[in-house]
């Protein structure tokens, strides 16, 4: 199944090169804003609730924990898409960190490296490293229940869950609630966000993504008017 699913991201991908990019290509709007709507209802009516609660049970130790726990696993795709990119020193400094935090940090949930010196990078995924390798941006998509992206980033988000250590997890249910957990964390992380939305909110998501994802590919090269909205 996955050598099925590699082979159609493959055909996508090398299309994607020819893909004229544009300023904020946001050709598929009205489509997008749709399924917006959609993402954002399940966001007020099920998600936000169950993140409110999560921040309100969890003493604030753990909850710092259980972000370095998820926030080390995450160091697994960093790496190997700082290889794929030729970022042989980051790929380095990223692998020290997994290693110590991962050992001495006991499983990721304490930032050890950092206090070592070794601080956190802004990652990187498979779409920065299509963007290093050429491949055009394409316009911006709103994918359901995903989220926003561009067409460069939507099928890597495909290959990123492969590199994620939880896709080889066999057993469904602790694979499941992992996830769950991974999402409730960065949704509570994002709640003070909510009051600064202003506007069309559809635009703001639209415009704080793309920038934050050039910022990402160009290595902060640009200015990064949203830089704690990362994960948004």
Same mark, same amino acid.
Not at 200 to 222: E, M, P, W
């Given at each position: ?26 050709? =598929? ?14 966001? @007020? ?19 710092? #924990? ?21 970022? =042989?020193? @980051? ?6 960190? =997994? ?5 001495? #940090?006991? #499983? ?5 490296? @950092? ?5 956190? +990078?802004?990652?990187?995924? =498979?779409? @920065?490293? $299509? ?19 561009? $067409? ?14 939880? +896709? ?34 559809? $635009? ?29």
């Amino acid at each position: 199944m996955k050598k099925i699913s590699l082979a159609a991201v493959a055909v996508i991908l090398s299309g994607l090169v020819a893909i004229p990019v544009f300023a904020d290509d946001d050709r =598929f709007e009205n489509l997008n804003r749709k399924i917006f709507t959609v993402n954002d209802r399940l966001d @007020q009516y099920a998600l936000r609730p169950a993140a409110v609660a999560y921040k309100t049970v969890m003493p604030n130790p753990l909850e710092k #924990g259980v972000d370095n726990f998820f926030g080390n696993l995450d160091e697994v795709t960093n790496v190997l898409n700082d290889l794929l990119q030729g970022k =042989f020193g @980051q790929a380095a400094h990223d692998s020290g960190r =997994f290693l110590i935090n991962t050992t001495i #940090g006991i #499983g990721g949930l304490f930032d050890v490296a @950092q206090r070592a010196g070794l601080e956190k +990078s802004d990652g990187e995924d =498979f779409g @920065q490293t $299509l963007a290093v390798w050429g491949v055009g941006e394409g316009p911006y998509l709103m994918l359901p229940l995903i989220g926003p992206s561009t $067409l460069r980033d939507a099928p890597s988000k495909f290959v990123d869950s492969i590199t994620s250590p939880f +896709s080889y997890v066999d057993d469904v249910r602790t694979r499941n609630a992992a996830r769950g957990v991974d999402l409730l964390a960065k949704r509570a992380s994002l709640l003070e966000i909510d009051r600064v939305i202003s506007g069309d909110k559809y $635009l703001f998501v639209r415009d704080v993504y793309l920038q934050r994802n050039r910022y990402l590919v160009n290595d902060g090269a640009i200015e990064d008017d949203f830089g704690d909205f990362e994960d948004y």
